[in-house]
């Protein structure tokens, strides 16, 4: 089960997500109250070296070409994009592609998933943090395997895991406390998925 933190802001989360054993965590590049600048996230990206993290840089509808200067900059591993994005832009993407869509868009199947090393599905208003109804995952069946995103926590994340069975999971305002991560919550929700993982 892959378990990706997303809108990391502080070294200080970012290591704690990483000694907790999250395999991604994210940094937001698109405008959002979680938005960093290049140098921050080196600054973070650095911070966590010893670790075998992966780090994700969040865009929405951004340049391609800011994309790809950015993701080179930090070093990131993955590019995910969270806008509107084309086929023709996601192809112009240089690192490895995370393709998010709502809820809404994924039906049986959907052409970013050639092209993308993970899709990740979210509530229909994405970044939100809101949950959806997990069982449709389940009822219609998505022909590719995802991130789930979406309102997720510790005090939902066994019923999603059961209803929508994803590949991985995608937590940001679940592990925040007055906006801002918590480190405790951040330690938590991952012990309580990998607990969930073996049961």
């Known amino acids: ?3 990706k933190i997303c809108g990391i802001k502080r070294s200080e989360a970012a290591q704690a997500a990483a000694n907790a054993g999250a395999d991604m965590i994210g940094l937001v590049f698109a405008e959002s109250r979680r938005q960093v600048t290049v140098e921050e996230a080196k600054v ?3 911070s966590c070296s010893s670790f075998p993290v992966q780090f994700v840089g969040v865009f929405r509808n951004q340049p391609i070409s800011e994309v790809n200067t950015i993701s ?3 070093g990131l591993d ?3 994009l969270h806008g509107q994005e084309s086929l023709k832009k996601c192809r112009q993407v240089k690192a490895p592609l995370i393709r998010a869509l709502s809820h ?3 039906k049986a199947g959907s052409p970013f998933a ?3 090393e993970y899709m990740l599905i979210d509530s229909p208003k994405p970044g939100g943090g809101q949950p959806f109804d997990w069982s449709d995952l389940k009822r219609d069946r998505p022909a590719f395997p995802f991130i789930l995103a979406g309102g997720l926590s510790i005090g939902n994340i066994a019923e999603a895991l059961q209803a929508a069975e994803p590949l991985g999971v995608d ?3 679940g592990v925040e406390t007055d906006g801002e991560k918590d480190e405790k919550k951040i330690r938590d929700f991952i012990e309580e998925v990998r607990r969930l993982e073996i049961d």
């Open 171 to 173: 937590v940001s305002s």
């Open 44 to 46: 973070i990206r650095e």
């Open 72 to 74: 080179e900059a930090v």
């Open 104 to 106: 809404d868009e994924v």
């Open 78 to 80: 993955f590019v995910q």
């Open 114 to 116: 050639e092209l993308s």
């Open 1 to 3: 089960m892959l378990i």
